[in-house]
T-cell receptor, first 113, second 115 residues
């Protein structure tokens, strides 16, 4: 069965600094999709970034980028120039070829002013 | 576009009662799913559907039923509520496509308490 592991339940970063959130996953598939979602206190789930497993290039969205290591089954999220609005729960998610989506348990990110 | 809507926003049930959580989307998405979110557990997939008339189980399907009679609606039924089903429930939808990554759109959630 596929699993997604986020080993950091909580992290803190100083405003304007860079932080990296870790995610590892386990699968026997070769084609799949990976996502990072953000959940602020409003509870609304917001897509941050996505990565297709067949693409070697790491995805980037403005201040957010990923380090996708397919062989290591690692998918970390880097947030540059952290802002107060980045404070939230962040979830890593894996989507299998048969469309089952598995989420990690989340990392709560605190931004220190 | 209303996106993904869920009703009710809050619900309190007594043990043994039944109820249906409603989910609707107006984006013509083929894929719809239900998750529950518990503290420290992330989101866990309950059931999902890849189109009208097709449903499948996720990680934690026990105690829940679903049906998909239309593309737009994907209700989640609790047949006999138990305190272990106290949680926040999210519905989500997305397009499906071969080799294409489609993001999921989430509803605002339903907070359910079973006493």
């Amino acid at each position: 069965a596929q699993t997604v592991t986020q080993s950091q339940p909580e992290m803190s970063v100083q405003e304007a600094e860079t932080v990296t959130l870790s995610c590892t996953y386990d699968t026997s598939e070769s084609d799949y999709y990976l996502f990072w979602y953000k959940q602020p206190p409003s509870r609304q789930m917001i897509l941050v970034i996505r990565q297709e497993a067949y693409k070697q290039q790491n995805a980037t969205e403005n201040r957010f980028s990923v380090n996708f290591q397919k062989a290591a089954k690692s998918f970390s999220l880097k947030i540059s120039d952290s802002q107060l609005g980045d404070a939230a729960m962040y979830f890593c998610a894996y989507r299998s070829p048969d469309d089952k989506i598995i989420f990690g348990k989340g990392t709560r990110l605190h931004i220190l002013p | 576009n209303a996106g993904v809507t869920q009703t009710p926003k809050f619900q309190v049930l007594k043990t043994g009662q039944s109820m249906t959580l409603q989910c609707a989307q107006d984006m013509n998405h083929e894929y719809m799913s239900w998750y529950r979110q518990d503290p420290g557990m992330g989101l866990r997939l309950i059931h999902y559907s890849v189109g009208a008339g097709i449903t499948d189980q996720g990680e934690v399907p026990n105690g829940y039923n679903v049906s998909r009679s239309t593309t737009e609606d994907f209700p989640l039924r609790l047949l006999s509520a138990a305190p272990s089903q106290t949680s926040v429930y999210f519905c989500a939808s997305s397009y499906l496509g071969q080799g294409v990554t489609y993001e999921q759109y989430f509803g605002p959630g339903t907070r359910l308490t079973v006493t």
